[in-house]
């Protein structure tokens, strides 16, 4: 089992930036890919940002690219989201997830979840 714990979020103007933590278990990251995934009110769950193990392989959603940067620290047991040039619309509870295997975009193939933070963009 993975205990993925994410943190990190706030209230920002548009234009600033926020860097959200995923901290996973003590040695429990190994092996694992990290996904990054967001949900706004009454909107479906979708896909952010994804990093396999290595970190030598990341997949970002087309309307993050350029602004958000996802970054892992193995020593730290840690995944990083890095996001630049904040909009209204990034407004969205935040999910860390993990898989073992490959980075994918799918949240379905993602076995464990954080309890997600809060990140609130204003105009």
């Known amino acids: 089992q993975v205990h993925l714990v994410e943190s990190g979020g706030g209230l920002v103007q548009a234009g600033g930036s926020l860097r959200l933590s995923c901290t996973a278990s003590l040695r429990t990251f190994s092996g694992v890919a990290v996904g990054w995934f967001r949900q706004a009110p009454v909107k479906e769950r979708e896909f952010v940002a994804a990093i396999s193990w290595s970190g030598g392989t990341t997949y970002y959603a087309d309307s993050v690219k350029g602004r958000f940067t996802i970054s892992r620290d193995v020593a730290k047991n840690t995944v990083y989201l890095q996001m630049n040039s904040l909009k209204p619309e990034d407004t969205a509870v935040y999910y860390c997830?993990?898989?073992?295997?490959?980075?994918?975009?799918?949240?379905?193939?993602?076995?464990?979840w954080g309890q997600g933070t809060q990140v609130t963009v204003s105009s």
């Open positions: 997830t993990g898989r073992r295997g490959g980075a994918t975009q799918s949240p379905y193939e993602y076995d464990y």
